[in-house]
């Protein structure tokens, strides 16, 4: 029996905190092997049912072979609410459970079921009662919350030309060409897992410049720089690889070193390669099915083949289901973000000529053949937090899958999903501040505090990036404001997550 670095009931355990206290066996699945790697499958979805207390088949197993209440925090922290799917226990909402003999065979029994009614393990196929719409989701905040989302999210990426005093290397480096910056900035992404999002964009940015002025041809190349398979020394520090860091890097230049369609550095293979993507994958899913083939290659490292562009439904569909955050985060400022944008432009311009690069970036911002709606949100758990609480009087029961609400918000309302990854920026940078007074989704306190000519939003919500001195500067006016006008208004409870230490 293979050995891992813990319990698998652990993994699971961490695995459905992370998706939001609710999940499905695949997703769980999915966030183990993603993140711990060789985990046995069959294990896992094992160690699923004996940590459930309602599913009627873990008596089978050594664990639960004896009559008990069901109350060992280490086998008893699940519940199934459907087939395939699971939350995690709470006796005082779930009832008490147990593991019982009768006529000499164990059987799982609810003991306090007179208290606790027994919900259904399948959805109910009878219809709705009538008006039940209308009294189960108050429209007027959802609709609030969406336009206060697009506003956030159109302030931040107006009229950006850099990140003030992040990436600066990026956008600011004279040695490096406009290929060399868009391998930084690739490079840089695929490493932002674990760390604090300033260190990676100064002392995590100056450790992959290292890599990327090497242009290595050889993976031993990167054993130079890269000591102990983790370290990289950086002006008298070190930046330290984690987890699966070193395994994406190698992926990548494991990929270029494969690519055999134009002759280069690895800098110019990457940025040929995303031009032969945005030439072959142009229309319908097409930013959905450049996205696939940059996980294909770049983060997994599969050697180079022949881009096909008629790629099935299901594998489009198997490929969404996989943690890919910072993949996400990278085509969304690839998509979105001025300043990268213009990195993207020259690169392709170097590459391919100046007509010809000109004609690949214009298809790759046409909203016909690469359309943002098609971008994912990359969620993490600040997304589930700063949903439930903002919606938490809007849509009924817990929000369990922030991606998946965010989905249907956009196709409601024609949106991009990234558009709610501002969700994230008031959630990791403000709340873990502290600075709950300035939340634009309260009481409108920034329009009423008038703090200055200019829109305070812009002074916090973004404060890396800085506006290009030739556009006009958003002015505070609370007569005008989208923010204010009752649109935001009470939208948050500011009792985001109690339990929760920041």
Not at 120 to 148: I, L, M, Y
Not at 448 to 463: A, F, I, Q, S, V
């Amino acid at each position: 029996m293979p050995k891992y670095i813990k319990p698998v009931r652990s993994m699971i355990k961490e695995a459905v905190e992370a998706l939001g206290g609710t999940a499905t066996y695949r997703k769980i699945i999915t966030y183990i092997r993603e993140k711990y790697r060789d985990v046995n499958e069959g294990t896992i979805r094992c160690q699923i049912v004996i940590c459930t207390v309602n599913h009627p088949s873990r008596i089978h197993y050594p664990q639960n072979q004896r009559p008990r209440i069901c109350n060992d925090s280490r086998y008893d922290f699940l519940y199934q609410i459907a087939p395939g799917e699971v939350t995690l226990y709470d006796p005082e909402k779930h009832g008490t459970w147990a593991i019982v003999e009768e006529e000499g065979e164990l059987k799982i029994q609810r003991l306090d079921r007179d208290r606790f009614p027994e919900p259904p393990t399948t959805k109910p196929k009878s219809p709705q009662p009538p008006h039940a719409e209308k009294a189960t989701e108050n429209h007027d905040n959802v609709d609030r919350f969406v336009k206060v989302c697009s506003k956030l999210d159109e302030l931040r990426f107006a009229g950006t030309i850099d990140w003030n005093g992040l990436a600066t290397n990026i956008f600011h480096n004279l040695k490096l060409t406009a290929p060399d910056k868009l391998l930084l900035f690739w490079l840089c992404s695929i490493i932002d897992q674990f760390y604090k999002y300033e260190q990676i964009w100064t002392t995590g940015e100056k450790a992959m410049l290292k890599i990327v002025e090497k242009q290595p041809s050889k993976l031993l190349d990167l054993q130079d720089i890269i000591l102990d398979g983790k370290v990289i020394k950086v002006d008298g520090d070190q930046f330290i690889l984690v987890r699966d860091d070193l395994k994406r890097i190698q992926n990548t230049f494991t990929f270029l070193f494969s690519y055999d369609e134009v002759d280069g550095s690895p800098s110019t293979k990457l940025v040929h390669f995303l031009g032969q993507l945005i030439k072959k994958l142009q229309g319908r899913s097409g930013t959905l099915k450049l996205a696939h083939y940059i996980d294909k290659h770049l983060w997994q490292g599969t050697p180079y083949s022949p881009i096909n562009p008629n790629i099935s439904e299901r594998e489009l569909m198997k490929f969404l289901r996989r943690p890919r955050k910072r993949l996400w985060m990278f085509l969304m400022f690839l998509r979105r973000d001025p300043s990268v944008m213009k990195i993207f432009k020259d690169a392709l311009t170097e590459v391919y000529g100046e007509h010809r690069g000109s004609q690949l970036y214009e298809a790759w911002t046409s909203e016909e053949k690469f359309s943002t709606k098609e971008l994912e949100l990359p969620s993490d758990m600040w997304n589930q937090r700063l949903f439930n609480a903002l919606l938490r009087n809007a849509i009924p029961g817990k929000i369990s899958d922030a991606k998946k609400m965010a989905r249907q918000f956009a196709r409601k309302y024609d949106i991009s999903p990234t558009v709610f990854d501002v969700t994230f920026e008031l959630g990791a940078n403000k709340c873990s501040q502290k600075e709950c007074t300035n939340c634009p989704f309260g009481d409108n306190q920034l329009c009423n505090r008038k703090e200055g000519e200019l829109c305070p939003l812009t002074k916090w919500l973004y404060k890396y990036y800085r506006k290009n001195p030739d556009a006009p500067q958003l002015k505070c006016n609370p007569q005008n404001c989208p923010i204010g006008q009752n649109i935001g208004k009470n939208l948050c409870t500011r009792t985001i997550d109690k339990t929760f230490k920041h």
